[in-house]
């Protein structure tokens, strides 16, 4: 299984951003999904997760009300909306598998990762 995230750039605060994270292999809809975020030396940490079928989501407190993450089956691909992005969600984005129905805000419990996409929020 293989991860590509992408849509990362600068945005001013208040703007918004969609990231998308294209999943290799016939198993995708097996997997919930999450997205984490690592801000220059700052641990990584979950931003928000959905359940294999789309049927739940997960947030951190953080975004909650202002991202959104959504995933189409068909086309092996996870999204993460961003609205109303202030400059502390500036950080290094990454989408995650994880081999279970639900998702989880544990990083360990995730099997497989992406490599990041930089995202930028100038004041």
């Known amino acids: 299984v293989q991860l590509q995230a992408s849509g990362g750039g600068l945005v001013r605060a208040g703007g918004s951003l969609t990231l998308s994270c294209a999943v290799s292999?016939?198993?995708?809809?097996?997997?919930?999904m999450g997205w984490f975020r690592q801000a220059p030396g700052k641990e990584r940490e979950f931003v928000g997760g959905?359940?294999?079928?789309?049927?739940?989501?997960l947030y951190a407190d953080s975004v909650k009300g202002r991202f959104t993450v959504s995933r189409d089956n068909a086309k092996n691909t996870v999204y993460l909306q961003m609205n109303s992005l202030k400059p502390e969600d500036t950080a290094v984005y990454f989408c995650?598998?994880?081999?279970?129905?639900?998702?989880?805000?544990?990083?360990?419990?995730?099997?497989?990762w992406g490599q990041g996409t930089l995202v930028t929020v100038s004041s």
């Open positions: 995650a598998a994880d081999r279970s129905m639900a998702p989880t805000a544990l990083a360990v419990r995730y099997n497989y």
């Open positions: 292999g016939r198993t995708f809809r097996q997997y919930a």
């Open positions: 959905i359940s294999w079928s789309g049927g739940s989501t």
